[in-house]
């Protein structure tokens, strides 16, 4: 799973284990990425041509 923001994969993310349910990575650790939140790509699927 990559990231929708940045496009970089899930573990390049440092773990989060906060309370919000839809979050649960982190800032990317990518030094050339400046992407502080994972983003999961779910909504991404066919949504955005509807
Ligand atoms: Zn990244
Ligand atoms: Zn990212």
């Known amino acids: 799973m990559n990231c929708?923001?940045?496009h970089h994969i899930?573990?390049?993310?440092?773990?989060?284990q906060e309370s919000?349910?839809?979050v649960k990575f982190g800032?990317?650790?990518v030094k050339?990425?400046?992407c502080k939140q994972f983003v999961?790509?779910?909504e991404a699927i066919d949504d955005e041509l509807i």
């Open 4 to 6: 929708k923001r940045c």
């Open 32 to 34: 050339t990425c400046f």
């Open 10 to 16: 899930s573990d390049a993310h440092i773990p989060s």
């Open 40 to 42: 999961e790509p779910i």
């Open 27 to 29: 800032k990317c650790l």
């Open 20 to 22: 919000t349910s839809l």
